[in-house]
């Protein structure tokens, strides 16, 4: 498929097939598409939860009760659901890692140019920190900016996504212990192949978009 395909094959996916299953190797591709996205300043302030167990979705779907519960078939029913969670804080221990992370992968020919690097980490994370107040709302945006092109990579693969906001945070919080590491939960994706019974499909219900002459200003 061309890039006009993928983005019109690809949809919210509201029932899926419990019987199909994604492959071993494009669960290989599904990974590298989390932990290759961008985000600025290379942060990477992100850790994600992936549930392919029965058992694993099952802990899951305990962020889909009471409330919620329209969102559990979507849990248990997929192949697979990717828990995106985001750190709560950054401090300069973790730009330290980040650098020295990068210094290991050879992306720095010299000092001089990692101690550049990691000043410019410091610098934007301190502006969102002190200046705007908003650091952990601005490394939440790189979390969703991972959920964006994950959506897209995944419809590539042929692999069906369900983006989830309607989830219990504190409940998958708790069941993970995720704040005492650092992170808090914010987005669950299911990952699998559509029911044919699904009514969302794009082949039973056409996509609906605003016209391109009214968002879009080309100067």
């Not at 210094?103 to 969102?128: C, Q, S, T």
């Not at 200046?131 to 959506?151: A, R």
Request: with cysteine; aromatic share 10%.
């Amino acid at each position: 498929m061309n890039l006009k395909e993928i983005l019109n094959w690809r949809y919210t996916t509201k029932e899926f097939d419990p019987n199909k299953k994604i492959s071993e190797s494009d669960m290989k591709e599904v990974k590298n598409l989390l932990r290759m996205s961008p985000s600025s300043v290379n942060l990477q302030p992100w850790h994600f939860i992936i549930a392919e167990s029965k058992e694993g979705k099952e802990r899951v779907a305990k962020g889909t009760q009471g409330f919620f519960h329209f969102n559990e078939p979507k849990v248990l029913n997929a192949s697979v659901v990717v828990l995106f969670c985001s750190k709560i804080d950054a401090d300069e221990k973790y730009y330290q890692h980040i650098a020295d992370t990068e210094d290991k992968n050879g992306r720095f020919p010299n000092e001089d140019i990692k101690n550049g690097f990691l000043g410019a980490v410091k610098a934007f994370a301190d502006i969102h920190k002190y200046d705007l107040k908003d650091l952990n709302h601005w490394m939440e945006k790189q979390v969703y900016l991972n959920i964006g092109s994950f959506l897209l990579g995944v419809a590539s693969l042929g692999i069906d996504a369900t983006p989830m906001e309607g989830i219990d945070v504190k409940a998958l919080d708790e069941e993970f212990g995720l704040r005492e590491k650092g992170y808090t939960s914010l987005v669950a994706v299911s990952l699998g192949y559509r029911a044919t019974s699904d009514f969302n499909a794009t082949d039973k219900t056409p996509k609906s978009r605003l016209p391109e002459s009214e968002i879009m200003t080309v100067i």
